[in-house]
């Protein structure tokens, strides 16, 4: 009997992780709070997001791609790379894109004390504030991780968590036609898909890939009758189901259709 209640303990603890570990990594968990990962299917767009920027030239080279094919995307920026690069940052508004937080040194989060991980989130809400005068709307942890004491700091700073549906791993580098394959492989409407710009905070990393891959992924995105937009931009066409200015997430009912 021992030995069972032994086995049952260590299955249930096993359990416990397990839950634990997926609520702090996958993007569509909400059980730490409210996480924007996709829109409803019913509409018509997806949201382009890029992360780890601004890093010349390949930002302004996405920026150039985005205004030729008249589509907008949301940039994710880390602060200490915002301040390397304030023209860059104003550059990505001027276009109709939009800005979001990315923390400041793209550090885990997670491994961060209460202090350090609300200076992240402030400190580079205040940069990109500063050097905007626009203060984001979305926060994307790096990594995506999270865990509870995110959330009552960026309510504080009126910031929504942002992750994602659709991803090409294009940070590693595996070739333009993966990059494309991977991100229009079952691509969906209401997806957020997940691109890169930057590199963490090393400044000059290698993005050709993505430039490259860019402009067929968003011949795809239209040959599948949808419209690139931004990550607010999908939030209103969705008829605000998953953010809203007048309600909080948590009032929402999820998408049947997930």
């Known amino acids: 009997m021992k030995r069972s209640l032994h086995f049952f303990d260590f299955g249930i603890t096993l359990l416990v992780l397990a839950l634990i570990a997926h609520s702090t990594f996958a993007p569509r968990s909400r059980m730490w709070g409210p996480v924007f990962s996709h829109a409803s299917r019913h509409c018509d767009s997806v949201a382009v997001t890029f992360d780890d920027g601004p890093n010349e030239p390949y930002t302004s080279e996405i920026l150039r791609i985005l205004k030729t094919d008249h589509a907008h995307a949301t940039f994710f920026l880390i602060g200490e790379n915002a301040l390397t690069y304030p023209g860059t940052v104003r550059e990505i508004l001027r276009d109709g894109n939009e800005i979001g937080n990315h923390s400041f040194t793209h550090t885990r989060l997670i491994e961060e004390g209460g202090s350090k991980m609300a200076w992240q989130v402030d400190h580079t809400q ?40 659709k991803m090409s791993r294009d940070w590693t580098k595996p070739g333009v036609d993966r990059i494309v394959s991977r991100t229009l492989k079952h691509l969906k409407p209401g997806d957020i898909i997940l691109l890169h710009d930057g590199d963490n905070t090393i400044h000059g990393g290698d993005r050709s890939e993505t430039v490259a891959a860019l402009p067929f992924i968003l011949a795809g995105i239209r040959a599948r009758g949808l419209t690139p937009v931004t990550v607010s931009e999908l939030a209103a066409r969705s008829g605000g189901k998953y953010y809203s200015n007048r309600t909080d997430w948590r009032d929402s009912k999820p998408d049947p259709t997930e």
């Open 126 to 165: 205040d940069v990109l504030e500063q050097i905007t005068g626009v203060a984001p709307r979305w926060f994307r942890p790096p990594y995506g991780t999270r865990d509870p004491r995110l959330f009552p700091k960026t309510r504080r700073e009126d910031l929504r968590v942002a992750e994602w549906s």
